[in-house]
């Protein structure tokens, strides 16, 4: 690679050598009439091609012109170009002043340089743009055109033109044939070649007329309708389709085609992105000692990533899993060096342990992420459940209050609404007793409340790309049911959101639209994965877990919320909650039985004390019914 390297520079320089001499003698034959008085300037002639070759070629080294792949030449390059000439025309024009000045000759024209620079413009940028047009025309020759697919790209903004670009420089079997875009301006408009054919609602007949083979969405921004529409359109006509990944996953506005990746269920899943006041987040962020618990798992992790990006004075790492922290450390050291990071391996059970960490690093703001989530599990230890989401907020809390915190956000869930499992009510108990603090003492303490989370460890679009890796067949509790769903970044940005806004006791819930059905979402991702469901990949039905509701909901029946500054999240009004009293005394017998392992009692306690809890009708799992 390096001696390939050293040959191609080694090369363009005997060739500027030899435009630098034409150049010369081509400026002098000019100004001379076409040469007429041209053999009375030999030694004139002679020493401004030895100026310019000692010149020329030092300026265009200093100014890169031997250091690029002249292939990928663009705009940036031919400016470069033109000030490496700029400036060794310049050279060139002292050096003849001072010769003029010296009287070394008796005649030396000074207006042959500014000719000479205009040659050697055209020379030594066409020499390089010419390296570019003959590796496109290799790269083009080399695609199997005969065989090539025939593409049709959705969007012919900047990705799209790139996306096209770069499959006409590179040797792939693609060929881009035409746009669709829903800008009226860029109708029958052509990019690098290549025809806005129609709009959106045109893909399904210019598909047949075209003959296209595949479809490129290339709007990274596109809502989770557009991606669906253009999803079904293929899907009815047996074309596979690809999507640009969206903005959040681009770096720098670097995009490639080999970025281009097989849609997935979260692109069709996907609403209008969550928009964040940043603003209000970065005050309550920037400069701040901020703690995460849970900061190992799947929404601590993501908590971390963009709690970073405001630059707090200190970002606490708590978890009790030792890897997990692990992973999230080296994450962030890579991707924020300067960021003072503190990774603490502890249990949100281990009072003193907090005590210890919340005293020493004496956080502002605490993202309360830490929690046993799995529905089944729970409902198989029950007493996990409560020691863990219960006590272990209690801990976190009561320690809190204690080193007085700015402010704290729990993290919690849908399944806290009239609960039906265990997991659910232990969540809905920790949100009481966050609730009851900020009341109790003023202080900013919050709930976010949110559907199911897409991605996250445990859920269930990794279970059924397991299951139809292996074959299948996909397993659904009931065809009827149905849950809220969003990605990681739109959870995390609601807490952010929340964080900021939160004043003390509120819940906060995300707009999340309707509930999106189970089968249908396990049908899609076989779609997606090529094969058909029912005929390649079999579904089949389990029945309901325990603990387990056909739909779930954000808040309780006849609850009120209230907009927010946000448009996409929403405030419940004060909740009904137990006094301080009343609260205090539950936890303390859930402890007792905890301890004593009584898991039927803690069920009896928590449907006595949670607002629409029927944690009693779900029956006890079996082994087979956990997974």
């Known amino acids: 690679m390096k001696s390939g390297y050293i040959v191609r520079n080694r090369s363009l320089l005997i060739g500027d050598l030899f435009l630098i001499a034409v150049s010369v003698l081509g400026s002098f034959v000019l100004r001379l009439n076409f040469g007429t008085r041209l053999g009375d300037f030999q030694k004139q002639i002679a020493t401004m091609i030895l100026l310019a070759w000692i010149v020329k070629p030092l300026v265009y080294y200093r100014f890169g012109l031997y250091r690029r792949v002249w292939a990928y030449a663009s705009v940036n390059e031919l400016k470069q170009i033109a000030v490496a000439v700029s400036v060794a025309s310049v050279v060139m024009f002292a050096l003849v002043s001072v010769i003029q000045v010296l009287h070394i000759f008796p005649e030396f024209p000074r207006a042959a340089v500014p000719i000479d620079f205009l040659f050697s413009l055209v020379s030594v940028g066409g020499v390089r743009f010419a390296l570019r047009i003959w590796a496109e025309s290799q790269a083009w020759s080399r695609s199997p055109l005969g065989r090539a697919k025939r593409v049709l790209v959705v969007g012919a903004g900047n990705a799209g033109a790139l996306v096209v670009r770069e499959i006409q420089k590179s040797p792939m079997a693609l060929q881009p044939v035409c746009f669709v875009d829903d ?91 969550v928009k964040i006041d940043d603003q209000l987040v970065g005050q309550s962020l920037n400069g701040k000692r901020v703690l995460v618990t849970g900061a190992g798992g799947s929404i601590g992790r993501e908590l971390c990533r963009q709690v970073a990006r405001w630059k707090p004075a200190e970002l606490v790492l708590l978890g009790h899993g030792e890897n997990s922290i692990f992973e999230t450390l080296l994450e962030l050291e890579e991707s924020f060096p300067s960021l003072d990071i503190r990774p603490i391996i502890a249990d949100v059970r281990d009072r003193k342990r907090l005590e210890y960490t919340f005293g020493r690093y004496q956080p502002q703001v605490i993202f309360h992420a830490a929690a046993h989530k799995h529905v089944p599990l729970m409902q198989a230890n029950v007493e996990d459940a409560i020691t863990n989401n ?180 929403l405030r419940l009004a004060d909740n009904d909650l137990p006094t301080s009293a009343k609260l205090s005394q539950a936890v303390d017998q859930l402890r007792q039985l905890a301890q004593a392992g009584d898991a039927d009692a803690i069920i009896s306690e928590m449907d006595a004390l949670i607002p629409g809890a029927t944690i009693r009708a779900a029956p006890q799992p079996e082994l087979t019914a956990i997974m």
């Open 390 to 569: 219960v006590l272990g907020t209690c801990n976190v809390v009561e320690v809190a209050l204690s080193v007085n915190v700015e402010r704290l956000v729990m993290i919690s869930t849908d399944k806290a609404v009239c609960p039906t499992s265990v997991y659910g009510a232990s969540k809905r108990l920790a949100e009481m007793l966050v609730l009851d603090a900020a009341h109790r003492t003023g202080q900013a303490f919050s709930v976010v409340r949110f559907g199911n989370v897409l991605g996250s460890r445990g859920s269930i679009i990794p279970l059924f790309k397991r299951q139809i890796a292996n074959g299948g067949p996909v397993t659904i509790t009931h065809r009827d049911m149905y849950r809220y769903f969003m990605t990681i970044p739109e959870a995390v940005h609601l807490v952010l959101q929340a964080s900021a806004m939160g004043k003390g006791s509120e819940v906060f819930v995300l707009n999340m639209g309707e509930q999106i059905r189970i089968l249908s979402l396990a049908e899609d991702l076989i779609r997606l994965s090529g094969l058909e469901p029912g005929k390649d990949i079999e579904i089949i039905f389990t029945g309901i877990r325990p603990g387990e509701k056909l739909r779930e909901a954000l808040w309780d029946e006849g609850a009120v919320y209230q907009p927010t500054s946000h448009p996409d999240v």
């Open 183 to 273: 800008d009226p301006a860029k109708q029958k408009q052509e990019i690098y070649g290549v025809r806005v054919a129609g709009m959106l609602k045109d893909i399904a007949r210019l598909a047949e007329i075209y003959h296209i083979d595949e479809v490129f969405i290339a709007i990274p921004s596109a809502s989770g309708r557009v991606v669906r529409n253009v999803a079904d359109i293929c899907r009815q006509r047996g074309i596979p389709f690809r999507t640009m990944p969206s903005l959040n996953e681009l770096i720098d506005g670097k995009i490639s085609v080999n970025r281009l990746r097989e849609v997935e269920i979260t692109d069709l899943l996907r609403r209008e992105p």
